[in-house]
Protein backbone atom coordinates (compact mmCIF):
# COMPACT_ATOMS: atom_id res chain seq x y z
CA UNK A 1 0.00 0.00 0.00
CA UNK A 2 1.53 2.84 -1.08
CA UNK A 3 0.42 6.91 -1.04
CA UNK A 4 1.22 9.46 -3.29
CA UNK A 5 2.50 12.71 -1.64
CA UNK A 6 1.45 16.04 -2.86
CA UNK A 7 2.93 19.87 -2.04
CA UNK A 8 3.99 22.24 -4.54
CA UNK A 9 6.70 24.64 -2.78
CA UNK A 10 7.79 22.38 -0.12
CA UNK A 11 8.92 23.45 3.90
CA UNK A 12 10.02 21.52 7.10
CA UNK A 13 6.81 20.09 7.61
CA UNK A 14 6.47 18.75 4.13
CA UNK A 15 10.66 17.65 4.13
CA UNK A 16 9.43 15.08 7.34
CA UNK A 17 6.73 13.83 5.83
CA UNK A 18 8.01 12.79 2.88
CA UNK A 19 11.16 11.14 4.45
CA UNK A 20 9.14 9.43 7.10
CA UNK A 21 6.59 7.79 4.29
CA UNK A 22 9.02 6.87 2.24
CA UNK A 23 11.22 5.46 5.25
CA UNK A 24 7.94 3.38 6.03
CA UNK A 25 8.47 1.79 2.15
CA UNK A 26 4.82 3.66 1.55
CA UNK A 27 5.73 6.38 -0.48
CA UNK A 28 4.46 5.91 -4.29
CA UNK A 29 5.93 9.45 -5.71
CA UNK A 30 6.37 12.65 -4.16
CA UNK A 31 5.09 15.63 -6.28
CA UNK A 32 6.05 19.18 -6.62
CA UNK A 33 7.13 22.47 -8.16
CA UNK A 34 11.19 22.47 -7.22
CA UNK A 35 13.08 20.02 -5.45
CA UNK A 36 16.88 20.42 -4.96
CA UNK A 37 19.22 17.04 -4.76
CA UNK A 38 23.03 16.95 -3.51
CA UNK A 39 25.02 16.83 -6.95
CA UNK A 40 22.26 17.69 -9.36
CA UNK A 41 21.85 20.46 -11.59
CA UNK A 42 18.95 22.04 -9.52
CA UNK A 43 21.86 21.92 -6.91
CA UNK A 44 24.73 23.95 -8.72
CA UNK A 45 22.15 26.40 -10.16
CA UNK A 46 21.29 27.02 -6.47
CA UNK A 47 25.01 28.17 -5.61
CA UNK A 48 24.96 31.16 -7.78
CA UNK A 49 23.68 34.05 -5.56
CA UNK A 50 20.50 34.65 -7.98
CA UNK A 51 19.08 31.40 -8.11
CA UNK A 52 20.02 30.93 -4.40
CA UNK A 53 16.22 30.31 -3.16
CA UNK A 54 16.59 26.68 -5.29
CA UNK A 55 18.46 25.78 -2.35
CA UNK A 56 15.91 26.37 0.18
CA UNK A 57 14.14 23.33 -1.47
CA UNK A 58 16.42 20.68 -1.28
CA UNK A 59 15.51 17.22 -0.05
CA UNK A 60 16.45 13.92 1.14
CA UNK A 61 19.08 12.66 -1.63
CA UNK A 62 16.88 9.30 -1.00
CA UNK A 63 13.73 11.14 -1.78
CA UNK A 64 15.45 11.83 -6.17
CA UNK A 65 14.01 8.53 -7.26
CA UNK A 66 10.47 9.20 -5.66
CA UNK A 67 10.17 12.44 -7.07
CA UNK A 68 8.25 14.03 -10.10
CA UNK A 69 8.51 17.91 -10.67
CA UNK A 70 6.87 20.54 -12.52
CA UNK A 71 9.26 23.85 -12.15
CA UNK A 72 8.78 26.51 -14.43
CA UNK A 73 5.43 28.16 -13.02
CA UNK A 74 7.18 28.24 -9.49
CA UNK A 75 10.15 29.14 -10.82
CA UNK A 76 8.70 31.87 -12.61
CA UNK A 77 6.68 32.99 -8.98
CA UNK A 78 9.92 33.28 -7.42
CA UNK A 79 11.99 35.48 -9.96
CA UNK A 80 8.65 37.72 -10.65
CA UNK A 81 8.77 38.48 -6.66
CA UNK A 82 12.40 39.35 -7.30
CA UNK A 83 12.25 41.87 -10.21
CA UNK A 84 9.31 43.48 -8.64
CA UNK A 85 6.73 42.38 -10.57
CA UNK A 86 4.20 42.64 -7.88
CA UNK A 87 1.12 42.64 -10.71
CA UNK A 88 2.15 38.61 -11.73
CA UNK A 89 2.20 37.31 -8.18
CA UNK A 90 -0.79 39.36 -6.99
CA UNK A 91 -3.09 36.98 -4.85
CA UNK A 92 -5.51 34.64 -6.40
CA UNK A 93 -5.55 36.54 -9.57
CA UNK A 94 -1.55 36.50 -10.27
CA UNK A 95 -0.24 35.12 -13.86
CA UNK A 96 2.46 33.30 -11.40
CA UNK A 97 0.44 33.66 -8.06
CA UNK A 98 0.88 30.98 -5.47
CA UNK A 99 -2.45 30.10 -5.88
CA UNK A 100 -1.65 29.49 -9.29
CA UNK A 101 0.71 27.24 -8.62
CA UNK A 102 -1.01 24.95 -6.31
CA UNK A 103 -3.82 24.92 -8.72
CA UNK A 104 -1.73 23.95 -11.90
CA UNK A 105 0.15 21.10 -9.53
CA UNK A 106 -3.31 19.78 -8.34
CA UNK A 107 -4.06 19.29 -11.89
CA UNK A 108 -0.98 17.47 -12.78
CA UNK A 109 -1.05 15.48 -9.76
CA UNK A 110 -5.04 14.95 -10.82
CA UNK A 111 -3.82 13.82 -14.45
CA UNK A 112 -1.09 11.07 -13.33
CA UNK A 113 -3.95 9.85 -11.03
CA UNK A 114 -6.31 9.25 -14.39
CA UNK A 115 -3.28 8.53 -16.72
CA UNK A 116 -3.88 4.79 -15.82
CA UNK A 117 -3.57 1.92 -13.09
CA UNK A 118 -0.85 3.04 -10.41
CA UNK A 119 0.22 -0.57 -8.88
CA UNK A 120 -0.55 -0.85 -5.06
CA UNK A 121 -1.67 2.75 -5.18
CA UNK A 122 -4.03 3.12 -2.04
CA UNK A 123 -4.17 7.08 -1.04
CA UNK A 124 -3.12 10.70 -2.50
CA UNK A 125 -1.75 13.28 0.81
CA UNK A 126 -2.07 16.21 -0.38
CA UNK A 127 -2.31 20.03 1.20
CA UNK A 128 -4.82 22.69 2.19
CA UNK A 129 -5.36 24.58 -1.60
CA UNK A 130 -3.81 22.10 -3.77
CA UNK A 131 -6.16 18.96 -3.25
CA UNK A 132 -9.19 19.51 -4.67
CA UNK A 133 -8.62 18.13 -8.55
CA UNK A 134 -6.73 15.03 -7.29
CA UNK A 135 -9.34 14.23 -5.07
CA UNK A 136 -11.95 14.18 -7.20
CA UNK A 137 -9.88 11.88 -9.45
CA UNK A 138 -8.75 9.92 -6.92
CA UNK A 139 -12.82 9.36 -5.85
CA UNK A 140 -13.01 8.16 -8.74
CA UNK A 141 -10.24 6.08 -9.14
CA UNK A 142 -10.75 4.38 -5.38
CA UNK A 143 -8.10 5.85 -3.75
CA UNK A 144 -8.07 7.36 -0.12
CA UNK A 145 -7.81 10.95 -0.02
CA UNK A 146 -5.12 12.12 3.23
CA UNK A 147 -5.95 15.82 3.64
CA UNK A 148 -3.37 17.85 5.50
CA UNK A 149 -4.29 20.69 6.71
CA UNK A 150 -1.25 23.59 8.07
CA UNK A 151 -3.83 26.09 9.39
CA UNK A 152 -6.79 26.43 11.02
CA UNK A 153 -10.12 26.50 9.12
CA UNK A 154 -10.73 29.65 7.56
CA UNK A 155 -14.20 29.93 8.98
CA UNK A 156 -12.72 29.88 12.11
CA UNK A 157 -9.68 32.88 11.19
CA UNK A 158 -12.73 34.80 10.11
CA UNK A 159 -14.80 34.49 12.96
CA UNK A 160 -11.22 35.51 14.75
CA UNK A 161 -10.13 38.00 12.97
CA UNK A 162 -13.27 40.07 12.01
CA UNK A 163 -13.21 41.23 15.48
CA UNK A 164 -9.10 41.96 15.05
CA UNK A 165 -10.41 44.22 12.26
CA UNK A 166 -12.79 45.92 14.05
CA UNK A 167 -10.44 46.28 17.60
CA UNK A 168 -7.24 47.74 15.34
CA UNK A 169 -8.81 48.69 11.67
CA UNK A 170 -5.42 50.72 11.04
CA UNK A 171 -3.80 47.13 11.09
CA UNK A 172 -6.39 45.88 8.62
CA UNK A 173 -4.15 45.83 5.71
CA UNK A 174 -2.07 43.35 6.95
CA UNK A 175 -4.69 40.65 7.46
CA UNK A 176 -4.45 39.14 3.97
CA UNK A 177 -6.03 36.03 5.16
CA UNK A 178 -9.56 37.40 5.13
CA UNK A 179 -8.94 38.36 1.56
CA UNK A 180 -9.59 35.05 0.17
CA UNK A 181 -12.53 34.79 -2.68
CA UNK A 182 -15.49 33.24 -2.30
CA UNK A 183 -14.32 30.63 -5.09
CA UNK A 184 -10.94 30.06 -3.11
CA UNK A 185 -13.24 29.62 0.23
CA UNK A 186 -15.46 26.66 -1.85
CA UNK A 187 -12.73 25.15 -3.02
CA UNK A 188 -11.49 24.84 0.63
CA UNK A 189 -14.58 23.35 1.61
CA UNK A 190 -14.75 21.20 -1.21
CA UNK A 191 -11.33 19.76 -0.39
CA UNK A 192 -12.48 18.75 3.36
CA UNK A 193 -16.12 17.61 1.82
CA UNK A 194 -13.85 14.70 -0.50
CA UNK A 195 -11.36 13.57 2.70
CA UNK A 196 -11.25 10.73 4.02
CA UNK A 197 -8.84 11.52 6.88
CA UNK A 198 -7.86 14.85 7.99
CA UNK A 199 -4.25 15.32 9.60
CA UNK A 200 -3.28 18.73 11.75
CA UNK A 201 -0.02 19.67 13.48
CA UNK A 202 -1.75 21.01 17.04
CA UNK A 203 -5.07 21.01 19.12
CA UNK A 204 -5.93 24.23 17.97
CA UNK A 205 -5.94 23.76 14.63
CA UNK A 206 -8.44 20.00 15.11
CA UNK A 207 -10.41 22.29 17.40
CA UNK A 208 -11.10 25.20 14.37
CA UNK A 209 -12.77 22.08 11.96
CA UNK A 210 -15.82 22.58 14.65
CA UNK A 211 -16.73 25.16 12.56
CA UNK A 212 -17.39 23.05 9.02
CA UNK A 213 -20.61 22.97 8.68
CA UNK A 214 -20.28 19.63 7.08
CA UNK A 215 -19.59 15.98 8.20
CA UNK A 216 -15.87 15.51 9.07
CA UNK A 217 -13.86 12.49 8.39
CA UNK A 218 -11.33 11.76 11.00
CA UNK A 219 -9.00 14.37 12.63
CA UNK A 220 -5.46 12.80 13.24
CA UNK A 221 -3.14 15.76 15.72
CA UNK A 222 0.15 14.58 14.66
CA UNK A 223 2.49 17.46 16.18
CA UNK A 224 5.56 18.43 14.40
CA UNK A 225 9.16 17.86 15.54
CA UNK A 226 11.89 20.27 17.01
CA UNK A 227 14.97 20.89 15.40
CA UNK A 228 18.27 19.48 16.63
CA UNK A 229 18.89 20.78 20.37
CA UNK A 230 21.68 23.50 20.76
CA UNK A 231 24.86 23.89 22.73
CA UNK A 232 24.26 24.44 26.20
CA UNK A 233 23.71 28.65 26.60
CA UNK A 234 23.92 30.98 28.67
CA UNK A 235 21.26 33.47 30.68
CA UNK A 236 23.13 36.65 31.28
CA UNK A 237 19.76 39.11 31.51
CA UNK A 238 19.83 39.94 35.43
CA UNK A 239 23.58 39.36 35.58
CA UNK A 240 23.76 42.24 33.42
CA UNK A 241 21.79 44.38 34.10
CA UNK A 242 20.45 45.29 30.78
CA UNK A 243 17.28 45.84 28.99
CA UNK A 244 15.47 42.32 28.35
CA UNK A 245 15.93 41.53 25.15
CA UNK A 246 12.94 39.78 23.37
CA UNK A 247 12.85 38.44 19.91
CA UNK A 248 9.72 38.07 17.28
CA UNK A 249 9.65 36.16 14.11
CA UNK A 250 7.37 35.87 11.66
CA UNK A 251 4.98 37.10 9.11
CA UNK A 252 4.70 41.08 9.83
CA UNK A 253 0.60 40.47 10.06
CA UNK A 254 -2.17 40.97 12.55
CA UNK A 255 -2.91 37.53 12.46
CA UNK A 256 0.44 37.06 14.47
CA UNK A 257 -0.83 39.62 16.70
CA UNK A 258 2.72 42.01 16.28
CA UNK A 259 0.69 44.97 17.20
CA UNK A 260 -0.08 43.77 20.50
CA UNK A 261 3.59 43.20 20.86
CA UNK A 262 4.32 46.67 19.52
CA UNK A 263 2.22 48.15 22.20
CA UNK A 264 3.74 46.00 25.05
CA UNK A 265 7.05 47.24 24.20
CA UNK A 266 6.20 51.12 23.96
CA UNK A 267 4.57 50.93 27.19
CA UNK A 268 7.64 48.87 29.11
CA UNK A 269 9.72 51.02 27.28
CA UNK A 270 13.59 51.25 28.06
CA UNK A 271 13.46 48.08 30.08
CA UNK A 272 13.15 45.70 26.76
CA UNK A 273 14.83 45.76 23.69
CA UNK A 274 12.51 44.46 21.10
CA UNK A 275 14.10 42.59 18.08
CA UNK A 276 11.06 41.93 14.81
CA UNK A 277 12.38 39.62 12.34
CA UNK A 278 10.18 39.13 9.72
CA UNK A 279 8.94 40.43 5.93
CA UNK A 280 5.65 42.60 4.97
CA UNK A 281 3.47 40.71 2.77
CA UNK A 282 0.71 43.25 2.69
CA UNK A 283 -0.39 46.59 1.13
CA UNK A 284 1.50 49.67 2.46
CA UNK A 285 0.12 49.85 6.11
CA UNK A 286 1.17 52.99 8.10
CA UNK A 287 0.83 51.39 11.80
CA UNK A 288 3.08 48.86 10.79
CA UNK A 289 5.82 51.09 9.21
CA UNK A 290 5.32 53.78 12.10
CA UNK A 291 5.82 50.76 14.92
CA UNK A 292 8.57 49.06 12.97
CA UNK A 293 11.08 52.80 12.83
CA UNK A 294 10.81 52.41 16.51
CA UNK A 295 12.54 48.88 16.50
CA UNK A 296 15.32 46.73 15.43
CA UNK A 297 13.90 45.43 12.45
CA UNK A 298 15.14 42.81 10.19
CA UNK A 299 13.21 42.14 7.55
CA UNK A 300 15.20 38.45 6.31
CA UNK A 301 17.66 36.12 7.86
CA UNK A 302 18.74 32.67 7.07
CA UNK A 303 17.66 29.46 8.88
CA UNK A 304 20.58 29.47 10.71
CA UNK A 305 21.32 32.80 11.64
CA UNK A 306 17.45 33.13 12.97
CA UNK A 307 18.27 30.04 15.47
CA UNK A 308 21.73 32.04 16.31
CA UNK A 309 19.80 35.22 16.89
CA UNK A 310 17.33 33.33 19.09
CA UNK A 311 20.29 31.78 21.10
CA UNK A 312 21.21 35.52 21.75
CA UNK A 313 17.76 36.51 23.03
CA UNK A 314 16.05 36.10 26.24
CA UNK A 315 12.58 35.22 25.54
CA UNK A 316 10.77 34.65 21.61
CA UNK A 317 6.98 36.35 21.97
CA UNK A 318 4.58 34.95 19.12
CA UNK A 319 1.07 36.29 20.44
CA UNK A 320 -0.38 35.08 17.28
CA UNK A 321 -4.40 35.17 16.64
CA UNK A 322 -4.33 32.66 14.56
CA UNK A 323 -1.69 29.60 13.75
CA UNK A 324 -2.04 26.30 12.62
CA UNK A 325 1.51 24.91 14.64
CA UNK A 326 3.92 27.95 14.90
CA UNK A 327 7.60 26.43 13.67
CA UNK A 328 9.31 29.41 15.42
CA UNK A 329 8.09 28.41 18.86
CA UNK A 330 10.14 24.90 18.10
CA UNK A 331 13.02 26.57 17.08
CA UNK A 332 13.25 28.79 19.94
CA UNK A 333 12.70 26.23 22.62
CA UNK A 334 15.65 24.32 20.90
CA UNK A 335 18.22 26.61 21.21
CA UNK A 336 16.89 27.18 25.09
CA UNK A 337 14.95 30.32 24.27
CA UNK A 338 11.74 29.93 26.04
CA UNK A 339 8.38 31.06 24.47
CA UNK A 340 5.34 33.69 25.31
CA UNK A 341 2.75 32.57 22.76
CA UNK A 342 -1.28 32.18 22.87
CA UNK A 343 -3.74 29.27 23.17
CA UNK A 344 -4.11 29.75 19.67
CA UNK A 345 -0.94 28.26 18.44
CA UNK A 346 0.65 24.53 19.10
CA UNK A 347 1.30 25.99 22.28
CA UNK A 348 -0.54 23.77 24.45
CA UNK A 349 0.72 21.15 23.09
CA UNK A 350 4.30 21.76 23.67
CA UNK A 351 4.82 23.99 26.33
CA UNK A 352 3.75 23.79 30.42
CA UNK A 353 2.59 26.97 31.57
CA UNK A 354 5.65 28.28 33.91
CA UNK A 355 7.58 25.44 33.26
CA UNK A 356 9.41 25.89 30.14
CA UNK A 357 7.73 28.93 28.85
CA UNK A 358 4.41 30.65 29.10
CA UNK A 359 0.82 30.74 28.38
CA UNK A 360 -1.16 34.13 27.09
CA UNK A 361 -4.88 34.84 26.03
CA UNK A 362 -4.64 35.75 22.26
CA UNK A 363 -5.78 39.36 21.75
CA UNK A 364 -5.19 40.25 24.95
CA UNK A 365 -1.99 42.90 25.25
CA UNK A 366 -2.71 43.44 29.13
CA UNK A 367 -1.92 39.33 29.58
CA UNK A 368 1.19 39.87 27.55
CA UNK A 369 2.52 43.19 29.42
CA UNK A 370 1.81 40.62 32.94
CA UNK A 371 4.03 37.73 31.39
CA UNK A 372 7.07 40.26 30.54
CA UNK A 373 6.52 41.98 33.54
CA UNK A 374 7.00 38.65 35.50
CA UNK A 375 10.02 38.31 33.93
CA UNK A 376 11.71 41.14 34.53
CA UNK A 377 10.74 41.07 38.21
CA UNK A 378 11.60 37.60 38.34
CA UNK A 379 14.57 37.13 35.52
CA UNK A 380 15.47 33.54 36.96
CA UNK A 381 12.68 31.98 35.88
CA UNK A 382 13.90 33.15 32.28
CA UNK A 383 16.74 30.30 32.52
CA UNK A 384 14.72 27.70 34.18
CA UNK A 385 12.34 27.96 31.36
CA UNK A 386 14.88 27.90 28.86
CA UNK A 387 16.67 24.67 30.25
CA UNK A 388 13.20 23.08 30.36
CA UNK A 389 12.56 24.50 27.02
CA UNK A 390 15.90 22.60 25.40
CA UNK A 391 14.79 19.21 27.26
CA UNK A 392 11.30 19.38 25.94
CA UNK A 393 12.98 19.39 22.42
CA UNK A 394 15.03 16.73 22.94
CA UNK A 395 12.43 14.73 23.46
CA UNK A 396 10.85 15.50 20.19
CA UNK A 397 13.13 15.42 17.38
CA UNK A 398 11.69 15.57 13.87
CA UNK A 399 12.06 11.73 13.45
CA UNK A 400 9.42 11.75 15.72
CA UNK A 401 6.77 13.26 13.69
CA UNK A 402 8.28 11.35 10.61
CA UNK A 403 7.60 8.06 12.22
CA UNK A 404 4.43 8.77 13.80
CA UNK A 405 2.75 10.53 10.12
CA UNK A 406 4.24 7.54 8.34
CA UNK A 407 2.55 4.63 11.51
CA UNK A 408 -1.21 6.56 11.03
CA UNK A 409 -1.21 6.74 7.22
CA UNK A 410 0.01 3.22 6.61
CA UNK A 411 -2.79 1.78 9.78
CA UNK A 412 -5.82 4.36 8.30
CA UNK A 413 -4.87 2.47 4.53
CA UNK A 414 -4.55 -0.88 6.13
CA UNK A 415 -8.10 0.00 8.19
CA UNK A 416 -9.19 1.46 5.03
CA UNK A 417 -8.82 -1.61 2.71
CA UNK A 418 -9.98 -4.74 5.40
CA UNK A 419 -13.32 -2.37 5.61
CA UNK A 420 -13.11 -2.96 2.03
CA UNK A 421 -14.97 0.86 1.47
CA UNK A 422 -16.60 1.22 -1.63
CA UNK A 423 -15.71 4.30 -2.97
Given at each position: ????????T???????????????????????????F????????????????????????A??????????????????????????????????????????Q??R??????????????????Y?????????????S???????L?????????K??E?????????????????D??????????E?????????????????????????P??K??????????????????K??R??????????????G?????????????????????????????????????????????????????????????????????????????????????E????????????N???I?????????????????????????G?N??????L????????????????????????????
Open positions: MKVILSHPGNANVRAAASGLNDRGILYEFHTAIASPDTGMDRLGSLRPFSELRKRTFDQLQAHTRMWPWLEMARLFSKKLGFAGLTKHETGLFSVDAVYRADRTASCLKSGLKPNLKGIYAEDGAVYSFEQAKAGIACLYDPIGYWRSARFLLENERRPEWAPTLNILKSEVKLARKDKIELADCIFVASSFTADTLRDFPGKLPVVIPYGFPPVGAPRDYTFHEKPLRLLFVGGLSQRKIADLFEVADKLGTQVELTVVGKSNSLRCPALDSALAKHRWIPGLSHPDVLKLMRETDVLVFPSLFEGFGLVITEAMSQGTPVITTRTAGPDLIVDGKGWLKAGCPEALQHAVERLLAEPEKIEIARAMEAAGRPWSAYRSELADAVSNFLLTDQENGKDR
